[in-house]
């Protein structure tokens, strides 16, 4: 049994170094720029409201959750929102949506392209238990909102690599 934790973890440690290893892609429009690992497959069909989602190769042939990261954009115009009401309102509905949910923070950021809410928390969702890491940002009546998604089981495995590419997300 020692043998073959062993042999997992070693291949786990090989593949994550081969993955990092890689050139990363970007997605540019002409609102954004995001910049991401080679191992994430991209899809932009506007499937679900989402301007894009990044996915995770699956573990196995058992795995059924795909961890991924995703970008929302949120019309705004009617509302008066900045981004702390954006917040607190984001927050409320995560509680509504997620009933058992945990915040494990919520804290004003900046860079160089402005400041964003960056907002952690747990939740669990049908058999899974989830971890997100989210970024809001408020721009010209437009919530943008993109957020990391995994297993809680999971989330330090991907953690540098998504919070890469949520951290190198620009809006123009």
Known sequence: ???ITKFI????LLLLTSLHAQEPKKITTDIYTVTYDDFWTAEQ???RGMSFILKAPLENASDKF???INLIIQDLS????????YTAISLDQINTMFKS????????????????QEVMFTAPNGAYNLKFLQHYYILKKKAFIITFTAEEKNFD???????NTLNSFVLK
């Open 101 to 116: 949910s945990e915040l494990i923070s919520s804290r004003t950021r900046k860079k160089e392209t402005g400041k964003y």
């Open 78 to 85: 009617g509302y008066d929102l900045d981004l702390a009401g």
């Open 45 to 47: 069909n506007g499937e």
């Open 9 to 12: 973890l070693l291949i786990t």
């Open 66 to 68: 795909q961890e991924n």
């Open 1 to 3: 049994m020692k043998k």
């Open 157 to 163: 495995l991907y953690f540098k690599s998504a919070t």
